[in-house]
Structures are given as C-alpha cells and as structure tokens.
C-alpha cells in the first residue's frame, strides 16, 4: 500500500542552524500538507501546498520556514535558523481530494539544542 | 477558530468491556476524521466520514458523525488490549482551507 516516507527520522541540531526536512508523497497526490506536534501537545498545521505554491499557512509559519517542491517526488520543509521552540515531532501528509482525507507520514523528530 | 473537544482525555478499561470516545466542536466540518497514533508515530487513518447521521463500521469500531456535522463519536465493542493507543478526531471544512484541525486526542488503555 502507497505511503508517506520522511527523512530523516531523527535530527538534532544546534540553535541557529538550518535544517531541511523531507517527505515523498504518495504518487499520485497533488496535496501537500507540514504539522508539527509538539511534545505532549496535539497536532498542529503549519502549511498546506498545492500547484507549486503555498494554499494556506499558519501562523507558526513565519519567515524563518518555507517549503519547496524541487522534483516530482520530493516535498520538503526548511527552517533557516532554529530555535528551541522548534523541537517538535513534524509531519508530513498528502492528499488526492483537497485534504479531505490526508495521510501522514511517520514524522521527524526535530531537537533543536 | 475552530477547535474540536475530545472527551474523555483518557480512559483506562477492563478488557472486554464497550467504549465511546466523543469529538464536539461549535463548528460545522465538511467532513471528520479519526486517526490513531502511537507514541513516536504519525496518525494512521482509521475512518472519513462526510455525511450528517453516516455510520461507519471497522471491525469492533463504529463510527458516527453527528446530523448537524459538528461532532463524532467513536464506539468499541469489547475492547481488546490491543486497542490501546491515543485516538484523535480531526475536521476539515471544504473550499475554506485545506488544514484540518485535529482534537488532543484520547488516549485510551485497556487492561488484560
């Protein structure tokens, strides 16, 4: 059965540093979707992408993320400079029908030192 | 802003015992998901469910969502240990955005 992959699976980074986290959606999704869940806490939506752009984002997502769809396969989700706050489990999920139903992949641990 | 309340935060059972969990919200969803997640894991999805009054069956799980599409209710019948594992429900509203908005979750035990 088709699935959302995400590497890695673990990062620790310093505060400050730039991290790129990756996700391959299914196949034949157009829906891109980044949550983050902080420890403890429920699941949050960062950003929504569809047709090469940004659909929606929260207000989480400030200046220092973006999201870039550099292939046909890829889906990633940059921070430019981490903060502490930024430690979180982060996922990614696609959709074939505008997010109605969305799969999740099995996120990446962020700890930002 | 929308929010979805989920009740009980956590539940420990006997197994073998019948559970509902709820999901209540002031707001009207297109459509409601529950997902199951483990610890250190994403949300797996269990069900969709789009009309008002649609039931929906998975195994010893039912699902509901409520006539008015504000609020779900998620029922086990003779919970087994294996059952356990935080339960979140999540709305979507169509052509509004694309996020959906996902509840804290229930976590649910069952004990042997």
């Known amino acids: 059965e088709p699935e959302v992959t995400q590497t890695p699976s673990h990062q620790v980074t310093q505060m400050g540093q730039e991290v790129i986290l990756r996700c391959v959606p299914i196949s034949n999704h157009l829906y891109f979707y980044w949550y983050r869940q902080i420890l403890g806490q429920k699941v949050e939506f960062l950003v929504s992408?569809?047709?090469?752009?940004?659909?929606?984002k929260s207000e989480i997502f400030d200046d220092q993320f973006s999201v870039e769809r550099p292939d046909g396969s890829n889906f990633t989700l940059k921070i430019r400079s981490t903060k502490l706050e930024d430690s979180a489990m982060y996922f990614c999920?696609?959709?074939?029908?505008?997010?109605?139903?969305?799969?999740f992949g099995p996120g990446t641990r962020l700890l930002v030192l | 802003t929308q929010l979805l309340e989920q009740s009980p935060q956590f539940l420990s059972i006997q197994e073998g015992e019948n559970l509902t969990v709820y999901c209540n919200s002031s707001s009207v969803f297109s459509s409601l998901q529950w997902y199951r997640q483990e610890p250190g894991e994403g949300p797996v999805l269990l069900v969709t469910?789009?009309?008002?009054?649609e039931v929906k069956k998975l195994k010893r799980l039912t699902f509901q969502f409520g006539d008015a599409r504000k609020d779900s209710s998620l029922h086990i019948t003779a919970a087994q240990p294996g059952d356990t594992g935080l339960y979140l429900c999540a709305g979507f509203v169509m052509n509004r955005d694309d996020k959906i908005i996902f509840g804290k979750g229930t976590r649910l035990h069952i004990l042997p």
């Open positions: 469910v789009v009309t008002g009054g």
């Open positions: 999920a696609s959709s074939d029908d505008r997010g109605e139903t969305q799969y």
């Open positions: 992408f569809y047709n090469n752009e940004i659909s929606e």
